[in-house]
């Protein structure tokens, strides 16, 4: 059974830190990898998908990174501003197309 | 409009009541789902349809039910509601191909059951 871990639990960081948040997995058995942003209470946003065959995807400020062999992903935040507060959440997609959730990390950037 | 839609946004219902949670999308995915969050317990997997006629149980799928009306349309039902089905409720589309983005989510139905 795939497990997906994210550490930090939570992170505090002042405006215009670089910064990085981490996800783990036990299964490299994996067809996708996505992060996602959750805002308090709201739904999820998509923010970079990585498939099985890439090394990393990049957005704006954000870049996603992959590494099958170690289990682990990292999603790196350049530059963050406050709007960049919220929950960032790795998800792992296995076979039968069902995805697998870390618990998140709960990014705050203070102005 | 939202690419995948949920309705209602909000809900209070009374322990046994018949409640239905409904998702529709224009994504055209083929696949669809739902998932509930608890706060410590992450997003877990309720049921899942790849197609009109393939419906498929998740890890959590005990005191629930779907429907897959349409492939735009899978609405989730809860029998008789009881409190610890109080939750964030999320329906998702996916994209196997991966070309469209992954993994699309509604914005949720919060579900308190009283």
């Known amino acids: 059974k795939q497990e997906v871990t994210q550490i930090p639990a939570a992170l505090s960081v002042p405006e215009g830190e670089n910064l990085v948040l981490n996800c783990s997995f036990t299964?490299?058995?994996?067809?996708?990898l996505q992060w996602f942003r959750q805002d308090p209470g709201k739904g999820l946003t998509s923010l970079l998908l990585?498939?099985?065959?890439?090394r990393e995807q990049t957005s704006g400020r954000l870049n996603a990174s992959l590494d099958k062999s170690s289990g682990r992903s990292t999603l790196y935040i350049a530059a963050s501003q406050p709007g960049d507060s919220a929950t960032y959440l790795c998800?792992?997609?296995?076979?039968?197309?069902?995805?697998?959730f870390g618990e998140g990390t709960q990014l705050t950037v203070n102005p | 409009d939202a690419d995948v839609t949920q309705t209602p946004r909000n809900r209070i219902t009374k322990t046994g009541k018949r409640i239905m949670l409904e998702c529709s999308q224009t994504?055209?995915?083929?696949?669809m789902y739902w998932y509930r969050q608890d706060p410590g317990l992450g997003l877990r997997l309720i049921y899942y349809s790849f197609d009109v006629k393939d419906i498929n149980k998740g890890e959590i799928s005990d005191g629930y039910s779907v429907s897959r009306q349409a492939q735009a349309k899978f609405s989730l039902s809860l029998e008789s509601a009881i409190p610890n089905q109080t939750a964030l409720y999320f329906c998702?589309?996916?994209?196997?191909?991966?070309?469209?983005?992954?993994?699309?989510f509604g914005s949720g139905t919060r579900l308190t059951v009283v």
């Open positions: 299964d490299s058995a994996i067809y996708n």
């Open positions: 990585i498939q099985s065959s890439q």
């Open positions: 994504k055209g995915h083929d696949r």
């Open positions: 998800a792992i997609e296995t076979s039968g197309s069902r995805l697998t």
């Open positions: 998702a589309t996916s994209d196997p191909t991966g070309l469209q983005g992954g993994y699309t």
